[in-house]
């Protein structure tokens, strides 16, 4: 009987081929490529004079730049094409797509325009030099923060940014188009009538945009040490107080989304004289540490 014993199938060990990719690894890289797709459709709004849909269309663009990372450390699907994938769609997202939009918002050259908000050619070819400018400062930080990844780090820079991050750099130029849609399409919160138009026109001024768009560049191409928020850790004793300032900060977007992220545009402009201060003095202790341990040695 024991020749007419039924016999299990032999398996074959499980081997990975290399000409099959699991389906989880083309996820987080559809992620990215939805976002490229929302810095292109914010991009053709801003040509039409859809500046509101614009900046919606790069609100996606930013949330679905954070998640791609996230989901690829999640699925185990990290990648060198998803990497430079991710720089090729930070550069639309928050290089080009901020730097048309301030062009588009500011000259008033969009499509089906009957004039335009600039009448001097000469100041429109200014500032489309300003936007450029900006974007190729965007292009040179993605850049370079690609190399720093292979160089190690020193351990007080563990804690900021070299220079304005992309995403942070978008928010921060486009601060004055949001705050000037928080008046239009608000009928002047917080200010009205006559004073909420001389508002509006400092902020849709050449010179206001031409500013931002050098000057975030600048930050952005700089080595100036930035907040990071993923380092910032929070001890128990300040942990309700934070609780509570979330809490507001997630109550004041529901009431006004875009009067919010305007406001917190500008604060953030503001952090990078405070974070310097912070890195001196980081830095400074470093380098006592490091000087009083090479003493006693």
Partial sequence: MSRFRFRG??????????????????????????????????????SEGRFLDALWALLIACVCDGMDGRIARLLKASSKLGAELDSLA???????????????????????AEASAIADPRVVRVLLGCALFYAMCDCFR???FNTMLEQPAIPYW??????????????????????????????????????AAS???????????????????????SRLPTISLKSIKISRPY?????????????CMFINFWLTMGVLGALYILTVPLTGMIFLKVRA?????????????
């Fill in 9 to 46: 199938k032999s398996r074959r060990p499980h081997e990975e081929r290399a000409d099959r990719v699991p389906l989880r690894a083309i996820v987080p890289n559809l992620v990215t490529s939805l976002a490229a797709c929302a810095g292109i459709t914010s991009i053709a709004f801003a």
């Fill in 90 to 112: 930070d550069f639309v997202n928050f290089g080009v797509a901020p730097a048309m939009y301030m062009f588009f918002w500011l000259s008033g050259k969009t499509f089906g």
């Fill in 142 to 144: 993605l850049a370079r």
């Fill in 158 to 195: 563990k804690h900021f940014f070299t220079g304005v991050p992309a995403p942070g750099g978008c928010w921060m130029v486009l601060t004055p188009a949001i705050l000037y849609q928080v008046l239009e399409v608000g009928n002047g919160i917080l200010v009205k009538g006559e004073g």
């Fill in 199 to 221: 508002i509006q026109a400092v902020l849709h001024h050449p010179v206001t945009g031409m500013f931002m768009l050098l000057f975030v560049g600048a930050l952005m191409a």
């Fill in 239 to 251: 942990l309700p107080l934070a609780m509570v300032i979330l809490l507001l900060l997630i109550s």
């Fill in 285 to 297: 202790k470093y380098e006592r540490d490091l000087t009083s341990a090479a003493n006693k040695v």
